[in-house]
């Protein structure tokens, strides 16, 4: 419904989860951020590029969103969706554009996520993250707890030790390719956290969900980990009382838009 809904309320609707329309704005936000505690990665807003000049100016953008990272030294990464940077243009020409921004960030001393989307871009989107990986360490990836394949994905994963974010996932997806049940989906996001702890894997543990984190902070408990070795993830706006609380605790915590 969104493409018929009047930008100016599509705006204001938005305005509590984007933290802003240009990156003066995402700047501004990222440093109320890292005074309360939270780290921050920073996402420009977009899907499906079918013009390879748009796919190029989008991996402009991202470069100019890291190099105002380094100079106004944020406590801040880039996350990214591949098709904004052409994915469904052709896999090289979408792995071109992301080498270039994961080199420019590792020039930075940074980090860049690879953000994952709907069913039909996981293979590529895994295979992108491991070639990219190839040549960069400072690169991780998202995996969606709510997949059935999801479990078959972690094995060759936790081998690499790979950083992951962990979430559950958003896109209405069939049923022959998702859990449809809540219950099992938060059961399923404990159970691969676990997993990929146990491996040694660094995750982000992208959760609004207070069920969800109890076992994540169970889970944590039992291993004894280290600060260090995990971090909280959530958007911008969502649940603030629990991000303010799991920081208050002690935990390191990333807020994402």
Same mark, same amino acid.
């Given at each position: 419904?969104?493409?018929?809904?009047?930008?100016?309320?599509?705006?204001?609707?938005?305005?509590?989860?984007?933290?802003?329309?240009?990156?003066?704005?995402?700047?501004?936000?990222?440093?109320?951020?890292?005074?309360?505690?939270?780290?921050?990665?920073?996402?420009?807003?977009?899907?499906?590029?079918?013009?390879?000049?748009?796919?190029?100016?989008?991996?402009?953008?991202?470069?100019?969103?890291?190099?105002?990272?380094?100079?106004?030294?944020?406590?801040?990464?880039?996350?990214?969706?591949?098709?904004?940077?052409?994915?469904?243009?052709?896999?090289?020409? #979408?792995? /071109?554009? @992301?080498?270039?921004?994961?080199?420019?960030?590792? %020039? !930075? &001393?940074?980090?860049?996520?690879?953000?994952?989307?709907?069913?039909?871009?996981?293979?590529?989107?895994?295979?992108?993250?491991?070639?990219?990986?190839?040549?960069?360490?400072?690169?991780?990836?998202?995996?969606?707890?709510?997949?059935?394949?999801?479990?078959?994905?972690?094995?060759?994963?936790?081998?690499?030790?790979?950083?992951?974010?962990?979430?559950?996932?958003?896109?209405?997806?069939?049923?022959?390719?998702?859990?449809?049940?809540?219950?099992?989906?938060?059961?399923?996001?404990?159970?691969?956290?676990?997993?990929?702890?146990?491996?040694?894997?660094?995750?982000?543990?992208?959760?609004? #969900?207070? /069920?969800? @984190?109890?076992?994540?902070?169970?889970?944590?408990? %039992? !291993? &004894?980990?280290?600060?260090?070795?995990?971090?909280?993830?959530?958007?911008?706006?969502?649940?603030?009382?629990?991000?303010?609380?799991?920081?208050?605790?002690?935990?390191?915590?990333?807020?994402?838009?």
């Amino acid at each position: 419904m969104m493409p018929v809904v009047p930008k100016p309320i599509v705006g204001r609707i938005a305005s509590r989860y984007i933290a802003g329309l240009k990156l003066a704005d995402a700047i501004r936000e990222i440093k109320s951020l890292n005074s309360k505690g939270a780290m921050a990665t920073m996402d420009l807003l977009g899907e499906f590029s079918n013009e390879p000049d748009h796919a190029r100016q989008v991996a402009k953008t991202y470069i100019e969103m890291l190099d105002a990272i380094e100079a106004e030294k944020i406590d801040s990464n880039v996350s990214l969706k591949p098709t904004h940077l052409g994915l469904k243009i052709g896999y090289d020409f #979408c792995r /071109e554009q @992301v080498e270039s921004i994961v080199s420019h960030a590792a %020039q !930075l &001393g940074n980090f860049v996520r690879i953000d994952m989307e709907d069913h039909t871009c996981t293979d590529d989107t895994i295979r992108l993250y491991r070639e990219t990986h190839e040549k960069h360490e400072n690169v991780g990836v998202a995996l969606q707890t709510y997949l059935r394949r999801t479990i078959d994905d972690i094995q060759s994963l936790m081998q690499m030790k790979a950083n992951l974010r962990l979430c559950k996932g958003i896109y209405v997806e069939p049923r022959r390719v998702s859990f449809k049940n809540r219950r099992i989906i938060i059961n399923n996001f404990a159970f691969l956290l676990e997993e990929l702890l146990k491996a040694g894997c660094y995750i982000g543990i992208a959760t609004h #969900c207070e /069920e969800t @984190v109890w076992h994540a902070k169970r889970i944590i408990y %039992q !291993l &004894g980990l280290k600060r260090d070795q995990y971090e909280f993830q959530m958007l911008l706006g969502v649940n603030e009382e629990l991000r303010q609380i799991l920081i208050s605790e002690g935990h390191r915590l990333c807020s994402f838009r």
